[in-house]
């Protein structure tokens, strides 16, 4: 079992950028197809953006299409969000998940993921 750990949320102005970085433990990291997914306060979790094994394939939810980027360096075991043009609506805390894909795939379904962060809040001032 591989074990996340997010970095690099903050306090950012709307229409900045940021960049969050889960770091991914073991040596099977490029085993898995990695995802992240957001949660407001009293909502649920919803996906954001999803990659596979070799980072040849992406998926975005809609709201995040052409503002976000997923990457992942599987050399540093490390997956990445880059966040552009962000918005208000964008302040909530930021997990990655990680989903055992010898096959390959890109998934999108939360119930899906294997092991997942303990999250990075995001906060996008206005």
């Known amino acids: 079992q591989v074990q996340l750990v997010e970095s690099g949320g903050g306090l950012v102005q709307a229409g900045g950028s940021l960049r969050v970085s889960c770091a991914v433990s073991g040596r099977t990291f490029r085993t898995y197809g990695m995802g992240w997914f957001r949660q407001a306060p009293a909502k649920e979790r919803e996906f954001v953006a999803a990659i596979d094994v070799s980072g040849g394939s992406t998926r975005y939810t809609d709201p995040v299409k052409g503002r976000f980027t997923i990457s992942r360096d599987n050399a540093k075991n490390t997956v990445f969000l880059q966040m552009n043009s962000l918005k208000p609506e964008d302040t909530v805390v930021y997990y990655c998940?990680?989903?055992?894909?010898?096959?390959?795939?890109?998934?999108?379904?939360?119930?899906?993921?294997?092991?997942w962060g303990q999250g990075t809040q995001v906060t996008v001032s206005s």
């Open positions: 998940a990680a989903k055992r894909a010898p096959f390959g795939g890109v998934f999108t379904t939360e119930a899906l993921y294997d092991a």
